[in-house]
């Protein structure tokens, strides 16, 4: 089994359920409200660690940032890089429609608080082979990548969310990309699925790429392999997560050395099972639930 490093975020969700997203000048009530533990890094962390994985989580939490570790801890994530930093912890504001789809506002706090000698101090631990994950809610993103690749570690990126800023990263230097259709969009300049892969394939030659599209399923693709996995049909009550869910348990299949036609089927169920729950963290199942289901 491969180590995990993950360096990635960790947010405070504040949850309002609505009947419809709010549009500019208008005031609605919400329907229901929950605060969650969330952040992109931080549920990936919770998904590899429930599908079996060892990892390791590097960040940075403010004054109120105690929920967000005690999470990862219970879910048996290493949480000895976090740093605690003056101020807030990032944090994200969720609206979820009656179809279960959400839009997120984020302010990133201490997720902002990541810089280059943090990441050096970090990787110094780790070893070639050992697995890097990052996704776009933190700061010095493109350096860890440079730094992990350097060493030797395999890169994994999650381009999520796409802003300006990644456009500019060295995201060839990825091993695999995990990517929704909207980043594959915007990352290949295609609309079709299957465009998409194909252009990120000519871009990133040496990238594997796997492309979820949620009710669609998802599509993988590593030089001349290319693979399909349909979704498994449930009712969504909250897609918070989904992807997130997805990366981790995918990455848990990697690091175990599973077959990647395994890894996929393996994820795709515990995304389907992610979004028949409410919130983020705790909506990703642990591995035994993936058995009962
Ligand atoms: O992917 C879902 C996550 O995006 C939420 O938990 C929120 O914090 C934002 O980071």
Redesign the pocket.
Known sequence: MKRVLNIG?L?I?RCYDVADFVHAKETVSALGYATNT???GL?QSVALARAGAQVSHAGAVGEDGEMLLQVLRDSGVDTGYILRVPGPSGH?I?QIDPRGQNC?L?YAGANAALDEAYVDRVLSDFAPGDILLLQN?TTSVAYAMEQGKKKGMYVVLNP?PIDAALLEYPIGLADLLILNEVEGAALSGEAEFEAILRRLGEKYPDTAVVLTLGEQGCLYRSGDTVLRQAAFRVQAVDT??A??TFTGYFLAGVARGDDPADCLRTASRASSIAVTRKG?APSIPLRSELAEA
């Open positions: 975020s947010n969700d969330g952040g992109k549920n994200a969720i997120i984020i809610e999520s918070t997560a992807g997130d983020a």
